[in-house]
Every structure is written in C-alpha cells, then in structure tokens.
C-alpha cells in the first residue's frame, strides 16, 4: 500500500508584529472562511495555483478555468477591500446648494488624492464654505451611490442582499 506523502507549511511570527497580528486575525476565522490552515491554502490557491499548474504541465482548458477562477476570486478581494476600506456605499456629506462632494471641491479648488483623510478633505470643504459670500443655507443630504459590478459579486460571494 503506497502511503500519501505530505507537505508540510508551517510559520511563525513573533505576536507583537504585523504578521503576527495578521495570523492572529486569521485565526479568529473572520467572514467564516475557516481555520487559518484553510484559509492560507485558499489564499494561495487564489494567487499561485494557475502558475503551479502550468509548471506541473497543465495546459489548455484545464488551466484557463483555474485562471480565470484565480482572477474572478481575486478581483472580488480586491472589491471587498474597496468596499470596505475605499468607497464607502453611502456618503454623508455637507454640500453648498445640492452639490456633490466632487462637485464642491472641484468648485472650491480642493483636489482629493488618496492619501488625504476624509477629515481633511471636510475641514478643506467647510474652510472653504467659511470663505463664500453667499448667504444660502448649507444643506444636509445624503448622497445614495449603486454598487458596482465588483461589489454585486462580493456581496454574493458572502450572502449580502
């Protein structure tokens, strides 16, 4: 009986590092993806397992839908993160006469970049308002954003709405 021989990963970090945090955040199986173990093997798949197939001499079909599964397991990642992290799906944000946010700090020569906080950008917004001769009331509205394509996918991977 020919026995199944193992590979073994194993990986430590010292606790009060960032990659020690990170394993520890892993382990409290966050969005109920399973045990860290699980986790890393689905994390590498996602990002290594088209290329180990290529080089173990998969080709053709085989290999596209394992790329094409890579990219469609990453991109919804990379939406969550956004989504999360980047674009808020409703913004609360005071606005001059109905404008947008954009729409004020193009107006009042605010550029936003991303490594601007959203605080600096409502303090540049309301310095701005304060410099304005106009006696319009501010208005309080909230501005209702779609979700894109990327976000529709990732609320479906994680059983949102």
Known sequence: MEQNQQVILSVKR????????LLNY????????????????LTLKQHWSPFAMS????????LR??????????????????AVFIEPSVVK??????????QAQQANGVESSLPQTQT??????EQSDDDETD??????EW???????????VNKLFGIG
Do not use: C, N, Y
Request: glycine content about 6%; aromatic content about 2%; charged content about 30%.
């Open 120 to 125: 600096e950008e409502v303090q540049a917004l």
């Open 14 to 21: 010292t606790v009060d590092t960032a990659e020690g945090h």
């Open 55 to 62: 080089a173990d001499g998969v080709d053709g079909e085989p």
């Open 143 to 153: 501005i209702d954003i779609k979700p894109s394509l990327e976000m529709e996918q």
């Open 65 to 82: 839908q394992r790329a094409i599964w890579a990219i469609q397991q990453l991109e919804a990642q990379a939406a969550l993160i956004r």
């Open 93 to 102: 944000t005071e606005t001059s006469r109905g404008e947008t946010q954009a």
């Open 135 to 140: 006696d319009d009331e501010t208005d309080l």
């Open 26 to 41: 892993l382990q409290t199986e966050p969005f109920d993806l399973g045990k860290l173990p699980e986790v890393v093997m």
